[in-house]
């Protein structure tokens, strides 16, 4: 079964704008991922955010956690055409069960 | 350096067939997972080795499904009597240690079409 669900599912922008994904789940969690998935390819980390902090960044990349609402986003700032891909949410509930529950995904197109 | 390897890229089967799907981890990396996405979804959790054993079986969907890492390195999953609900891209992943803080490291998949 899939925990989290992104929001939107598809989203569409162009070069230079911001581009923001949303992400809810259901149960506690230990840490929520956000990996990036292009066309035909395996997953890439992105970004790691621990239940106990409230906002990363890396590089273009940020990210904001709710434990309060169960929720995630990660925003892209000033995406570039190579941004395009899907992007996923994934959570680790622990307590011994290590594999992640991924959402859905949103799909992320850069307009050149 | 390398990174997480996976063969075949492609498996084409018949529906009530064998296959085997094998996964190289990045050398040094004791946990390594098993994934399936199917088309439109994210990937859906299946097992989790840590060294030899598997230490969460809980997403294999039912017992035609097994997977084995006998010498704590290389892992192969393996599907008896194929369905062609079982028609999915298996991903394979791994890293250093285990534990949720860990990142993992994914293969390009296998992707598996049962006719």
């Known amino acids: 079964s899939q925990q989290g669900e992104e929001d939107p599912q598809a989203l569409s922008i162009q070069e230079g704008e911001n581009a923001t994904m949303n992400c809810s789940y259901k149960t506690s969690i230990n840490n929520l991922q956000w990996y990036r998935q292009n066309s035909g390819r395996g997953l890439v980390h992105l970004i790691l955010i621990r239940s106990n902090e ?39 509930v ?15 197109i850069i307009q050149p | 350096g390398a990174g997480v390897s ?16 094998r996964c190289d981890p990045i050398s040094g990396h004791t946990a390594l997972y098993w994934y399936r996405q199917s088309l439109g979804q994210g990937p859906e959790f299946l097992i989790y080795f840590q060294g030899t054993g598997a230490a969460d ?20 999953l393996k599907i008896q ?35």
């Open chain 1, 94 to 108: 622990g307590g011994g069960a290590d594999g992640l529950t991924f959402g859905k995904g949103t799909h992320l």
């Open chain 2, 81 to 115: 009597r194929t369905e062609r609900g079982d028609s999915a891209v298996y991903l394979c992943a791994s890293s250093l240690l285990a534990g949720g803080f860990n990142e993992q490291f994914f293969g390009p998949g296998t992707r598996l079409t049962v006719l």
């Open chain 2, 57 to 76: 079986d809980s997403g294999l969907p039912n017992d035609r499904f097994f997977a084995v890492r006998p010498e704590g390195s290389v892992s192969t």
């Open chain 1, 54 to 92: 409230r906002e990363k960044h890396s590089g273009r990349l940020r990210v904001t956690l709710d434990t309060s609402k169960k929720s995630s986003s990660l925003l892209i700032t000033a995406s570039r055409a190579a941004d395009t891909a899907s992007y996923f949410c994934a959570t680790d």
């Open chain 2, 6 to 21: 996976q063969t075949p890229s492609n498996k084409v089967t018949e529906k009530g067939k064998y296959v085997e799907l």
